[in-house]
């Protein structure tokens, strides 16, 4: 009877941990795009929650708000089986312009971003500079594209002390449709002078 009580409970540990890991595995998916394996929007927004609830005056954040040119056009000419391994291989590319510190994030569709924390004078610009430079860069011939694929990449610093995550992302995205609306494959700062009170 030891030795089947000892299976027993071998048997209910076992399953207990199963579940513990299955759970953990859930919770992981819930929170990583599947095409990508970067963060999703929901994690991407539960850190910025994080983020705003511990930030201090003296803390720096910056957004970048980075939205493929053209995606429609190249999922109409290339198929979306393509457009699917253009976002996998952007996603890899914004991963290896970021800092270790940095969160990327698949935002939805063709829309990334990323946080970054205590960026210096200058860094937001010159990653989101990386990322058009890396992106651009791809080699995509294997899979039958031609076309130069780019990004535009609006970026967003935080310049007061009580501004919201919300209010700098908003930011971003306005700098991000200047890009698009200035010619697309560049990246333009917020300086955020007309929303100052």
């Given at each position: 009877t030891v030795v089947r009580l000892l299976n027993s409970a071998a048997f209910e540990t076992s399953a207990a941990l199963a579940r513990v890991y299955s759970h953990q595995a859930a919770e992981s998916e819930a929170r990583t795009d599947a095409l990508t394996q970067l963060p999703n929007r929901r994690y991407f927004d539960e850190y910025c929650t994080l983020i705003s609830s511990r930030r201090r005056s003296s803390d720096r954040v910056a957004i970048l708000s980075v939205d493929v040119d053209h995606f429609k056009r190249l999922n109409d000419t290339y198929g979306h089986p393509v457009g699917d391994l253009v976002l996998r291989s952007i996603g890899k590319a914004i991963?290896?312009?970021?800092?270790?510190?940095?969160?990327?994030?698949?935002?939805?569709?063709?829309?990334?971003?990323?946080?970054?924390?205590?960026?210096?004078?200058?860094?937001?610009?010159?990653?989101?500079?990386?990322?058009?430079?890396?992106?651009?860069?791809?080699?995509?011939?294997?899979?039958?594209?031609?076309?130069?694929?780019?990004?535009?990449?609006?970026?967003?610093?935080?310049?007061?002390?009580?501004?919201?995550?919300?209010?700098?992302?908003?930011?971003?995205?306005r700098a991000l449709y200047e890009a698009k609306r200035t010619g697309r494959d560049r990246v333009v700062e917020d300086s955020n002078e007309d929303t100052v009170q």
């Open positions: 991963q290896a312009s970021v800092r270790e510190d940095d969160v990327p994030a698949r935002y939805g569709g063709e829309e990334f971003a990323v946080l970054l924390r205590n960026p210096g004078i200058g860094v937001a610009l010159e990653i989101g500079e990386r990322i058009r430079r890396n992106v651009s860069d791809m080699d995509l011939a294997d899979a039958g594209v031609t076309d130069r694929v780019t990004v535009s990449v609006g970026v967003a610093s935080a310049q007061q002390a009580g501004e919201t995550m919300d209010e700098i992302i908003a930011r971003a995205d």
